[in-house]
């Protein structure tokens, strides 16, 4: 007797919240242009919260009732503030997005308030811990020549690890001094670079980025020694090799140095705009961070020039 055929399952539905998801991300993919890192950010924080709502609100779009309890359980699971003011801030995105398409009637984020947060002040090193890490390298090996002149690019533009690893030879205008750098939903800026940072990266584009390939090709500026553009995982690794040769073991990061040239720009009279033009921040309130030198030079500047001080 032949078995009888099992009939295969109905696939089932996509949920209106999987559907809106959907169409959220390509929206920010297409439309936007948002980073993939940014685009996989979304992705899991609103998995995370699909996951919530199928069990609560099956079959529907949540409200803020739901939302509500999502954020308590984001808080009562361990996460800090800032994760869940960005939790919050891709839920509000969905929303606003789904008001705009008329898939709802209102936006339940908009009278939540987003978690406080304290402002720490960001780690950077002062200029003699700069030099020692720029030191660290070993100039004798094409791969010291290479993480020498990354570092140096890392100061003097303030660039992101994935923009300083994703730069390419076209990029970089040695006679003008200017970097071509695409940040965060590709949007690109131009960067002046000091002349050490370029008498660093001319010395590896001679001495040692050849000797990286072996005739091998790549459009990258850094690479590696497989041929291989440099990655974000790698340079970090690379970065606290260096740090540690250096005797800077504690929050040593791509990030800091990147906060180490707002912050030297600033205590050297740069203007916020300009240093938030140089950083690729959308908003003027992301550099404000770094108002604690401000304040500190409005305190000497005072003192030093005001009749009365």
């Known amino acids: 007797m032949l078995d009888e055929a099992v009939p295969e399952a109905a696939p089932q539905p996509f949920s209106p919240l999987a559907l809106a998801i959907s169409d959220f991300l390509n929206f920010c993919r297409l439309e936007k242009g948002l980073a993939i890192n940014s685009l996989e950010a979304y992705s899991s924080d609103l998995d995370r919260f699909a996951d919530f709502a199928a069990s609560s609100s099956p079959g529907e779009i949540p409200g803020q009732p739901i939302l509500l309890l999502y954020l308590n359980s984001l808080y009562r699971s361990g996460l800090g503030s800032r994760s869940i003011a960005r939790h919050l801030t891709t839920l509000r995105g969905l929303y606003t997005f789904l008001l705009s398409e008329r898939r709802i009637s209102a936006d339940p984020t908009e009278h939540i308030q987003s978690p406080r947060q304290w402002h720490n002040i960001p780690h950077f090193l002062n200029l003699e811990q700069v030099d020692r890490i720029l030191a660290a390298p070993d100039a004798a090996k094409p791969t010291g020549l290479r993480d020498r002149a990354m570092i140096e690019l890392l100061y003097a533009a303030g660039l992101r690890v994935s923009e300083l690893c994703g730069v390419r030879l076209t990029d970089l205008n040695a006679e003008m001094g200017f970097i071509r750098v695409t940040g965060k939903g590709n949007k690109q800026r131009l960067v002046p670079v000091g002349k050490c940072a370029l008498a660093a990266i001319d010395l590896y584009l001679h001495n040692a980025r050849p000797a990286l390939l072996k005739s091998r090709k790549s459009p990258h500026l850094f690479v590696t020694n497989r041929g291989s553009s440099m990655t974000r995982q790698a340079f970090w690794h690379l970065l606290a090799q260096h740090g540690r040769a250096a005797?800077?073991?504690?929050?040593?990061?791509?990030?800091?140095?990147?906060?180490?040239?707002?912050?030297?720009?600033?205590?050297?009279?740069?203007d916020l705009r300009s240093v938030q033009s140089?950083?690729?921040h959308a908003d003027i309130s992301t550099t404000q961070i770094y108002t604690h030198v401000m304040r500190s030079k409005l305190r000497l500047t005072v003192d030093a020039h005001h009749p009365r001080a």
């Open 247 to 270: 005797g800077i073991f504690h929050h040593l990061s791509p990030h800091v140095m990147r906060h180490t040239f707002a912050t030297h720009l600033l205590e050297g009279g740069a």
């Open 278 to 280: 140089m950083l690729g």
